[in-house]
């Protein structure tokens, strides 16, 4: 009788990624490991007769898929609120508000999320009093697709109390009118002051999204996820701990996917007890890991608030803006530091991204370390200058590949087409030397790896000399994001000792053709030896 903790894979392409084997016909799992690679003779060999042989039946047999940039807290809770991404029209946005509004009490907060007016026509962000004409009774926000800029309106700031007297929080926007009325437009730290007001769903409604979320990723083929969690109070105290690493906890054992965490907070001594807690009491292997300290230096392009050397082609009074002093943010990638922890710095614009490598240059030099592995999330304009230097300390570019997909088509306008020369530039990046790891942001933009190879490789004819390779590509998914979270000896690669973290696809990436490899299908995702998703035939 087979054993079903040992299994033998075989019968299609098995690419490794291990550049040493790349391409095996068999792959043998005892458990949770992968403990033979090889002909199916050899793998047969040394796993015994009582195996369960898988045949792949032609499907393509990879290592499983990690998102090195997502926020899984803002994920859940998205799936709790209503989507605004088929919104198309102020219209329409009043509509699918009016008929949210028929649903709740009237004290009942409505959130919305994934707002984007580059849809509307004129591309221009509603303000309060479009809101109040289909809500007036029910505090209402929505929230940009970026998650940097939302809109409240008229009893929404009541409830929160802002008006015109408040004082903006530093590294934040209340914007007002000619008039000096608010707006109901709120960006940055302001934002807290409306989700303080705002109260957590209940534990079970939390529980349940989270099992939809982790099925979600799985069906993606994602094994492993780097999450940005906050750690500090956000929403309305209700006498349950509202931060999200909390939360996070409290629905671990519903969540498939191992996460590498980043703690968000504004307060590092926050982080360093969390840290010192998880190391005394975790391993390795961890299913959760607090891997390093999360940073904020601007913005975003859609809000307009990622910090640039010149003014937006589209609006020339605006370069956005650091969401913090450089001496503030300088102290805390001090902590994080000289705690022998990682730290990843959030940079969009060309200034930002700078000034993070400057900074990154100076803590270096300062307090030097081998082996940091310090991180620039976003890494969206690069000069090549700033390329350069990220090669030369060691800084890891964390990228979001389905952002060219989202913004090709109006980038462009935003901060014109010479500008656009520097921004994601994947091929520059890898070319240097620099390690490139990807994610999706999600909630922001959907975790498919799938849907980020199409990006990497085609870039939807957005400046195509900085097209990677598909070989590149899967390098950024897979052993290059076990490297950006010191995971490498463990996952990445399908080779002896490491998870049998897999994913089965219904065609081979190497060998699809460049505009159809977003038409690959996930067919199967494996977790540590265990099946969590699969396409029944």
Avoid at 155 to 175: C, M, Q, S
Avoid at 469 to 489: M, P, V
Avoid at 508 to 516: A, F
């Amino acid at each position: 009788m087979a054993n079903s903790d040992n299994k033998i894979i075989f019968g299609g392409p098995i690419i490794t990624i291990n550049q040493n084997q790349p391409l095996v016909e068999a792959v043998g799992m005892r458990g949770e490991k992968i403990v033979s690679i090889g002909s199916l003779e050899d793998v047969k060999q040394a796993m015994g007769e009582k195996c369960t042989l898988i045949d792949l039946k032609g499907n393509t047999l990879l290592p499983g898929f990690t998102d090195c940039h997502m926020h899984p807290m803002s994920y859940i809770n998205h799936l709790l609120n209503p989507d605004l991404t088929d919104v198309k029209s102020l219209i329409e946005l009043q509509s699918h508000l009016k008929d949210e509004s028929k649903k709740r009490n009237e004290d009942e907060f409505i959130i919305a999320y994934n707002f984007n007016e580059e849809k509307f026509d004129n591309a221009i962000l509603p303000n309060r009093w479009d809101i109040d004409k289909s809500c007036p009774n029910h505090p209402v926000f929505i929230l940009r697709y970026d998650g940097h800029i939302g809109i409240a309106n008229t009893k929404a700031l009541k409830i929160a109390k802002l008006d015109e007297e408040t004082i903006v929080p530093e590294g934040g926007e209340i914007r007002k009118d000619k008039n000096g009325k608010l707006t109901g437009v709120i960006s940055e730290k302001a934002l807290n002051l409306i989700f303080s007001s705002i109260s957590i769903p209940d534990d079970e409604l939390i529980k349940a999204a989270a099992i939809k979320a982790s099925k979600y990723l799985a069906q993606r083929g994602l094994t492993s996820i780097h999450g940005v969690i906050n750690a500090d109070s956000r929403f309305k105290e209700d006498n349950r701990k509202t931060d999200e690493f909390s939360l996070y906890q409290s629905i671990q054992n519903n969540l498939w996917q191992d996460c590498y965490t980043f703690i968000e907070t504004e307060y590092p001594e926050r982080f360093i007890e969390l840290s010192n807690f998880f190391i005394q009491k975790g391993k390795s292997d961890d299913e959760l890991k607090i891997g390093g300290l999360k940073l904020y230096l601007d913005g975003s392009f859609g809000a307009k608030t990622a910090c640039m050397f010149e003014p937006f082609t589209d609006a020339p009074e605006e370069c956005g803006f650091c969401v913090i002093e450089e001496e503030d943010i300088y102290e805390k990638m001090k902590v994080a530091h000289n705690n022998s922890s990682q730290i990843i710095i959030h940079a969009i614009g060309d200034k930002a991204n700078r000034l993070a490598v400057d900074l990154y240059k100076k803590l270096l030099t300062e307090f030097p370390r081998n082996d940091h592995r310090h991180r620039i999330e976003h890494a969206s304009m690069l000069t090549s200058d700033v390329i350069r230097d990220m090669a030369t300390y060691g800084i890891i570019a964390s990228c979001q590949p389905p952002f060219i997909t989202s913004e090709y088509n109006w980038i462009a306008k935003r901060i014109g087409e010479e500008r656009c020369k520097y921004t994601y530039p994947m091929k520059s990046i890898v070319h240097a030397g620099v390690v490139l790891a990807s994610g999706s942001d999600c909630p922001v933009e959907d975790p498919s790896p799938i849907l980020g190879l199409h990006a990497l490789v085609t870039r939807n004819s957005f400046v195509p000399k900085e097209c990677l390779s598909i070989e590149e590509a899967l390098k950024s998914y897979t052993i290059n994001a076990a490297y950006a979270a010191f995971e490498e000896k463990i996952k990445g690669t399908i080779e002896v000792g490491k998870y049998a973290d897999l994913v089965i696809l219904d065609k081979n990436p190497l060998n699809s053709p460049e505009d159809k490899i977003r038409e690959i299908r996930v067919m199967e995702t494996i977790i540590r030896g265990k099946s969590v998703f699969k396409i029944s035939h």
